[in-house]
């Protein structure tokens, strides 16, 4: 799924993987920063719980979005395809001010939406201004290229990781999250060694990466996102290993970037706050 | 990697997948079919050898094309990503009127060529009306989500496929080829049952899947293209089952089609001729 075409005079919304475990009981910096880009207020946010097999995640994020200040918050509890075409979820969806996907497991996402109006209205709202988060499986789901599953450790090798399509809110950066957490620097690798055109974003828990319409990327919260850039990579041996044998990889460049931090997707430059300046890299190569 | 934006004031060129093991000797229908929508005389043909392993894929295609009355034949011994970025290469592209990306392996490919400005020129190539055709790898990596490996048998089972971001020339199909040869209806099951938004087009040796400007497909050769319609399943059991398990897939559409018959990857309409008049399928559910 290619990212929606964006109407005439109208910015794409923000989209915001969240790398799961957000914090929901103290400052709740994330849901804030969600909540606030969606609207405050005047928000009206739309939850889809559809990656969790618990029956009350969907009115465990209403609570916390009213309690939040949000104007208004629903849950559609969406787990079958056919409820991807109901009219009143439809309508839902395209009042939202923001549209907020839950934890889970993504493959419940990609099989209940994929190619159904739910999700074509998801990406319509985006591409109209409508700011789209998800946390855990929901950020992965987010972009073109999601990762459905995966080994732990650092070193990248063949069979490691399992692509399929997702949402396709861009297809600019590949997304996985719990990622010092759950040890998934060789899991993003390896995905990036199928093909170097996308950026990594690897998503701390409690931490968050929003994509502006400029395609430049906004780090929030209390953990780090790792960006691995391939764009200068110059080898990568995917093409000529056996399943499960290391893969050789040459000129990955990787930031590690915390609140405050940004990356340009664009032109690929990396840029951290220190003392109140920020400090940038160079540009990489130009985009693809 | 989306589809490249179209030109304004032009159309996109076709895209050809071919299922492999094309005719060389004979009729060379395929080839010759190709080498038509090039400009045939005044063709200026670029052969994209990458996938293959074999030292002369590149002139042996020069050479058929030549023999055929292309009007030039250049291969482009592209090995590694640095030879993705040399002027002369871009060049060659830039000029060509239909490029021609031969068998092997598609990571050779997908590692070789992605997000890079061999890559880039050709989407834009064929985005402003030039004609990129693949045989087997070479038709597997055309599209956005490319099936990278994958195991034998009709029965869709987890694990069972590998994909991969390809080029991105369009992102409404999912390719698979030696399809019949090889029986690989369970792979590309398993593919869709990831996300039932794209179409499957499993395609015979010999045979090819013209895409045009208005997505309607059309085959071409020996054997036959099933086309694999995922936009009425009502369930994937995908995100239920453990690794190596069978799939529950309800709801798949499924139509075979020969030299002649048409796909609109719009309306989702199959039509086969019969005794000189086209028989059609009900359109399904609207595009995505």
Chains 1, 2 share one sequence.
């Not at 029956?55 to 939040?68: H, I």
Request: with cysteine.
């Amino acid at each position: 799924m290619s990212p929606s075409r964006a109407f005439p005079h109208s910015e794409r919304g923000l989209i915001i993987p969240i790398g799961g475990a957000e914090d929901k009981v103290d400052d709740r910096t994330i849901l804030r920063h969600f909540l606030e880009r969606a609207g405050a207020g005047r928000a009206r946010v739309v939850i889809i719980p559809t990656a969790s097999e618990k029956e009350d995640t969907g009115t465990a994020y209403e609570k916390l979005f009213r309690e939040l200040g949000a104007g208004s918050a629903r849950h559609l509890p969406i787990t079958t395809r056919a409820d991807c075409e109901k009219e009143s979820f439809l309508e839902a969806l395209e009042r939202a001010t923001g549209i907020f996907l839950t934890g889970g497991n993504q493959l419940r996402l990609s099989t209940a939406l994929g190619g159904t109006e739910v999700a074509r209205t998801i990406r319509r709202a985006n591409a109209s201004g409508v700011v789209v988060a998800g946390t855990s499986a929901g950020a992965a789901f987010l972009s073109e290229h999601m990762i459905a599953g995966g080994e732990e450790g650092p070193t990248p090798r063949a069979g490691m990781v399992t692509l399929a399509p997702g949402l396709g809110l861009t297809n600019r950066v590949i997304i996985d999250q719990h990622f010092r957490q759950r040890d998934r620097l060789g899991r993003l690798l390896t995905a990036l060694a199928f093909n170097p055109f996308a950026v990594g974003l690897g998503l701390d828990e409690d931490t968050c990466a929003a994509i502006g319409p400029d395609n430049v990327v906004s780090v929030v919260g209390e953990g780090a996102v790792t960006v691995v850039d391939a764009a200068d990579v110059s080898f990568s041996a995917m093409g000529r290993v056996p399943q499960g044998a290391p893969i050789s990889l040459i000129g990955v460049r990787l930031h590690v970037l915390v609140d405050g931090g940004r990356f340009d997707l664009e032109t690929r430059t990396a840029c951290a706050v220190a003392d109140g300046d920020a400090v940038c890299s160079e540009a990489a190569e130009e985009e693809r």
